[in-house]
């Protein structure tokens, strides 16, 4: 098995979470949003990764959002290898849901109950 | 010329039409560059009825009282008047407005030239329910205590709800900012 390399992890903050709920929120169905470029995997463990501090805890944020949002129906997650060790990590936007499963009107009633 | 008034009688004259004509700018907001003429309008008028002054009735100074306010009186009448005439004048929404069938001018004014439209409110109603629309949607993709919490922040802030113990100040603030991250995920923008 390789020895892990530093140099693998070469990674740099593509996007921040509020801009990549932003991009998620406002953009087409089909839109691709390219939330991470390097291995994330690496890139979030502070002994291997060369970002920042600060940067590697927003692409710690990044990529919960990114799943929390696959989990919500939002977008789909995809990968595409660039090379050994390095891949683009894609949010495919998805169709908005229709129907909402909480009423507004609900809420508003049962708390003012 | 020699003045038929005496000298003490004419600076009492002078002061009540001066205090007077300051008293009447200040109440109908009329320019500073008003008041001389306003002074001596309430002055000629004030002389002209020296005449009719009656030592016995009372002071000349009591007498200037009188008078000075009864020309004040016309002379805001007729500032009034002017400012009707041109529209400048605070006028009652509430106000009928003559052969219309019982409509009030309030009913004449549009949304879009309201005062909430002036704020910067939003007067489109129907942008108004596709707006509703949208949040109960963004809404049904939260989980429900994030739900009650929106319910619950629509009516009180924050640090309400902490100081009413629905929770610690600042898991409350992060869970704001969660939410904001989310319903921007969801399409929702910030009012």
Not at chain 2, 132 to 151: F, H, K, N, P, T
Not at chain 2, 158 to 164: E, G, K, P, Y
Request: hydrophobic share 45%; with cysteine.
């Amino acid at each position: 098995m390789n020895a892990i390399s530093p140099e693998l992890s070469a990674g740099r903050l593509q996007i921040s979470e509020i801009d990549l709920c932003g991009c998620i929120g406002h953009a087409a169905p089909g839109a691709v949003v390219e939330y991470h470029r390097g291995f994330l995997a690496l890139d979030l463990v502070p002994q291997v990764t060369r970002l920042p501090e600060r940067d590697r805890l927003e692409l710690g944020r990044v990529a919960r959002r990114a799943w929390w949002a696959a989990d919500r129906g939002l977008v789909h997650l995809v990968q595409r290898r660039l090379g050994p060790s390095a891949f683009a990590y894609l949010a495919v936007v998805r169709p908005k849901p229709r129907h909402a499963a909480i009423s507004l009107s609900s809420l508003l009633q049962v708390d003012a109950a | 010329m020699r003045s038929s008034i005496p000298g003490d009688d004419l600076q009492i004259l002078l002061h009540e039409a001066d205090t007077f004509s300051r008293r009447l700018v200040r109440r109908l907001r009329l320019p500073r560059a008003d008041l001389d003429d306003i002074r001596q309008d309430l002055l000629v008028d004030l002389i002209a009825r020296i005449p009719a002054y009656d030592p016995d009735r009372g002071s000349i100074g009591a007498f200037a009282g009188v008078v000075l306010r009864n020309q004040a009186t016309r002379i805001a009448a007729k500032v009034n008047r002017q400012r009707q005439l041109h529209g400048a004048v605070p006028v009652s929404l509430d106000e009928p407005v003559p052969e219309s069938d019982g409509l009030t001018r309030g009913d004449l004014v549009a949304e879009e030239n309201g005062l909430a439209a002036l704020l910067g409110q939003p007067v489109d109603a129907f942008a108004e329910i596709e707006r509703r629309l949208d949040v109960e949607r963004a809404m049904g993709g939260l989980g429900r205590a994030d739900g009650r919490l929106c319910a619950e922040l629509s009516r009180a802030t924050a640090d309400r709800l902490a100081a009413s113990g629905h929770g610690a100040r600042s898991s409350l603030y992060r869970r704001v900012k969660d939410l904001r991250l989310a319903l921007t995920a969801m399409g929702l923008q910030a009012a």
